[in-house]
């Protein structure tokens, strides 16, 4: 059961969006998948297809694509193009695979800047059916779910989500679509040190979207970015396409999504992935913490957890810590702030509690040889910390806490101490005044070093939407009277096609006659429609009486000389049927 925080991401598939020509960009990009990556994708894609419920001639419904999925450990859900990158990780660690329910438009049948339903189902569910895979994908999201997203992260992923949106959006002008690009440039730029975010994303990309597998010289495609397009599969094979074996380093090359890569990363198998993506986990604040994870923590500007030794979880901005040396004293959070145990927040301590912000220091008691949070009561009560009395906790670092204590809150499985509330309580460090009593009830953090710092609040469900977004689908245009007489001639060839391999209707004369006159109708009203009369083709040379067959490839032919682009799709197209 996936929790409420993540629903919101979830849409409607609406599989009557779909119309005739939609199903027919799925056949022809369907055919050219299966027809190359028979021999060049890894093994066990073709049987993924079937096992996942894709077929060739219809758009998979995401519910039944669920169904066959359970039986491997995961399950899918559809979602509207591109949804933040923590929410994607999140699904994907709950097993559940995050599947665009758009589809690519003719005019993008090559390749769409937006994800669709051809990548994500196409491209990543045929390979769920090898469970090494299948683990290593969800235990990456786990990873990745960890990793600290930066300010300039999330303006880029905006930036990335309107651009893709304008491009598929039939409404868009040329001048937003320029602006839109503009500005993409601009956030761009303004990145100056690569996030953690961005690291897992580039080992991502090297692996479950581009990534190669087997020999150096001789590798099989399993990546989805080239499983969901034929022009990449091909491509990445090539001689000039340098093959690199995957390590760490992969994340230190960089990407660009509108162009096909120079340079791509070959995995012997895929147990291999889990050892590189180990390597990059140890070198990630949330294993390594101390200093090191702080300041990548208020680099990023973002909602972040900083978790003690103790136990306890702090959610919130970090905006600033203070230390010395190597040894963070006192956390300083600003804006709304959670505290939590094991990812669950604490009760009476959620962020509408912590509003104004959150700091506690971090260390060692003068005088008090074991951690603070290793203490029982009497313990406490020997070192002068007494509930109801008024206290002093001088640290090490010369943070002075002084005030009433008003609550002891213990770990519920350890029982070590986490926080202590006070009353009438001053916190100093040296001159400066940290807390005061006007200020209200201080809660101090409990803990004596950060082991760890991970990207997003513990308890997202509690802690509630650190940014804003709206599930959509792309809109459409209305479809006008003569779009609507164009998809009954889509779907009169569809049902033909259905007739004939259902064994409803043979494949004689009468057929030939049937499917002629709609080709006739086509002649007459869409003379720049490639799509269909390459599937009346299809169709047409399985019947007797083909005579007319010559002016439909005569009719290819011709708008092939028209557009390079047309004739790369109908070149691509024949060379399927032949």
Same mark, same amino acid.
């Given at each position: 059961?996936?929790?409420?925080?993540?629903?919101?991401?979830?849409?409607?598939?609406?599989?009557?969006?779909?119309?005739?020509?939609?199903?027919?960009?799925?056949?022809?990009?369907?055919?050219?998948?299966?027809?190359?990556?028979?021999?060049?994708?890894?093994?066990?894609?073709?049987?993924?297809?079937?096992?996942?419920?894709?077929?060739?001639?219809?758009?998979?419904?995401?519910?039944?694509?669920?169904?066959?999925?359970?039986?491997?450990?995961?399950?899918?859900?559809?979602?509207?193009?591109?949804?933040?990158?923590?929410?994607?990780? %999140?699904?994907?660690?709950?097993?559940?695979?995050?599947?665009?329910?758009?589809?690519? &438009? $003719? !005019?993008? +049948? @090559? =390749?769409?800047?937006?994800?669709?339903?051809?990548?994500?189902?196409?491209?990543?569910?045929?390979?769920?059916?090898?469970?090494?895979?299948?683990?290593?994908?969800?235990?990456?999201?786990?990873?990745?779910?960890?990793?600290?997203?930066?300010?300039?992260?999330?303006?880029?992923?905006?930036?990335?989500?309107?651009?893709?949106?304008?491009?598929?959006?039939?409404?868009?002008?040329?001048?937003?679509?320029?602006?839109?690009?503009?500005?993409?440039?601009?956030?761009?730029?303004?990145?100056?040190?690569?996030?953690?975010?961005?690291?897992?994303?580039?080992?991502?990309?090297?692996?479950?979207?581009?990534?190669?597998?087997?020999?150096?010289?001789?590798?099989?495609?399993?990546?989805?970015?080239?499983?969901?397009?034929?022009? %990449?599969?091909?491509?990445?094979?090539?001689?000039?396409?340098?093959?690199?074996?995957? &390590? $760490? !380093?992969? +994340? @230190? =090359?960089?990407?660009?999504?509108?162009?096909?890569?120079?340079?791509?990363?070959?995995?012997?198998?895929?147990?291999?992935?889990?050892?590189?993506?180990?390597?990059?986990?140890?070198?990630?604040?949330?294993?390594?913490?101390?200093?090191?994870?702080?300041?990548?923590?208020?680099?990023?500007?973002?909602?972040?957890?900083?978790?003690?030794?103790?136990?306890?979880?702090?959610?919130?901005?970090?905006?600033?810590?203070?230390?010395?040396?190597?040894?963070?004293?006192?956390?300083?959070?600003?804006?709304?702030?959670?505290?939590?145990?094991?990812?669950?927040?604490?009760?009476?301590?959620?962020?509408?509690?912590?509003?104004?912000?959150?700091?506690?220091?971090?260390?060692?008691?003068?005088?008090?040889?074991?951690?603070?949070?290793?203490?029982?009561?009497?313990?406490?009560?020997?070192?002068?910390?007494?509930?109801?009395?008024?206290?002093?906790?001088?640290?090490?670092?010369?943070?002075?806490?002084?005030?009433?204590?008003?609550?002891?809150?213990?770990?519920?499985?350890?029982?070590?101490?986490?926080?202590?509330?006070?009353?009438?309580?001053?916190?100093?460090?040296?001159?400066?005044?940290?807390?005061?009593?006007?200020?209200?009830?201080?809660?101090?953090?409990?803990?004596?070093?950060?082991?760890?710092?991970?990207?997003?609040?513990?308890?997202?469900?509690?802690?509630?939407?650190?940014?804003?977004?709206?599930?959509?689908?792309?809109?459409?245009?209305?479809?006008?009277?003569?779009?609507?007489?164009?998809?009954?001639?889509?779907?009169?060839?569809?049902?033909?096609?259905?007739?004939?391999?259902?064994?409803?209707?043979?494949?004689?004369?009468?057929?030939?006659?049937?499917?002629?006159?709609?080709?006739?109708?086509?002649?007459?009203?869409?003379?720049?429609?490639?799509?269909?009369?390459?599937?009346?083709?299809?169709?047409?040379?399985?019947?007797?009486?083909?005579?007319?067959?010559?002016?439909?490839?005569?009719?290819?032919?011709?708008?092939?000389?028209?557009?390079?682009?047309?004739?790369?799709?109908?070149?691509?197209?024949?060379?399927?049927?032949?």
């Amino acid at each position: 059961m996936l929790p409420a925080h993540l629903k919101r991401y979830i849409v409607d598939q609406d599989y009557s969006r779909y119309t005739p020509v939609d199903q027919a960009v799925w056949r022809f990009i369907m055919r050219q998948l299966t027809s190359f990556l028979s021999t060049h994708a890894h093994p066990c894609y073709l049987e993924g297809l079937a096992k996942t419920g894709i077929s060739v001639d219809r758009i998979p419904r995401i519910e039944e694509m669920s169904e066959k999925l359970s039986k491997f450990g995961w399950r899918a859900v559809p979602v509207s193009g591109f949804i933040p990158p923590a929410a994607f990780m %999140e699904l994907q660690a709950y097993g559940y695979l995050p599947i665009a329910s758009d589809l690519r &438009t $003719v !005019d993008h +049948i @090559g =390749y769409t800047p937006a994800p669709d339903i051809v990548h994500e189902a196409a491209g990543h569910a045929p390979i769920l059916i090898e469970p090494e895979y299948a683990n290593y994908l969800r235990a990456y999201a786990q990873v990745a779910s960890k990793a600290i997203l930066s300010r300039q992260d999330m303006d880029q992923y905006e930036a990335i989500r309107v651009l893709s949106d304008m491009k598929e959006n039939p409404d868009s002008t040329p001048e937003e679509i320029k602006a839109a690009e503009k500005r993409l440039a601009e956030v761009s730029a303004a990145i100056i040190e690569v996030s953690e975010a961005a690291y897992l994303g580039r080992m991502n990309w090297w692996t479950a979207e581009y990534g190669l597998i087997g020999p150096l010289d001789a590798p099989k495609i399993f990546g989805a970015g080239l499983l969901s397009s034929v022009g %990449e599969a091909k491509n990445c094979l090539a001689a000039k396409v340098k093959k690199i074996p995957l &390590t $760490v !380093d992969c +994340i @230190g =090359y960089a990407y660009d999504i509108t162009e096909q890569q120079p340079q791509l990363f070959v995995t012997p198998d895929f147990h291999h992935l889990y050892v590189v993506l180990e390597q990059l986990a140890n070198r990630m604040a949330f294993r390594r913490g101390g200093v090191e994870g702080l300041e990548k923590a208020v680099k990023a500007e973002t909602v972040n957890t900083v978790e003690l030794e103790s136990g306890l979880q702090i959610s919130g901005v970090l905006k600033a810590f203070d230390r010395e040396e190597t040894i963070p004293v006192y956390l300083r959070f600003n804006g709304p702030s959670q505290l939590c145990v094991e990812g669950r927040e604490l009760q009476g301590h959620g962020r509408q509690y912590h509003k104004d912000g959150f700091g506690s220091p971090v260390g060692g008691l003068v005088g008090v040889d074991a951690a603070l949070s290793d203490l029982d009561d009497g313990a406490l009560a020997r070192a002068g910390i007494k509930k109801g009395a008024i206290s002093e906790l001088r640290f090490h670092s010369g943070v002075v806490v002084r005030g009433k204590v008003r609550q002891f809150t213990r770990h519920p499985k350890t029982n070590r101490l986490i926080v202590i509330a006070f009353d009438d309580c001053t916190v100093t460090r040296g001159t400066e005044v940290l807390f005061q009593p006007a200020w209200g009830v201080y809660d101090m953090a409990v803990g004596s070093r950060v082991i760890s710092v991970f990207g997003g609040p513990a308890d997202r469900e509690h802690y509630g939407s650190t940014e804003d977004f709206v599930a959509k689908l792309i809109p459409r245009k209305p479809i006008t009277p003569i779009e609507s007489y164009k998809h009954e001639l889509y779907k009169e060839v569809g049902h033909i096609r259905d007739e004939l391999s259902g064994g409803i209707m043979k494949a004689d004369d009468a057929a030939s006659d049937r499917l002629e006159r709609v080709y006739s109708k086509i002649e007459a009203d869409f003379p720049h429609d490639w799509l269909i009369r390459l599937e009346i083709f299809e169709l047409g040379r399985k019947l007797p009486s083909k005579s007319w067959l010559a002016r439909v490839e005569m009719e290819l032919g011709n708008l092939s000389e028209k557009d390079a682009n047309v004739r790369a799709r109908v070149d691509e197209g024949l060379s399927v049927l032949k």
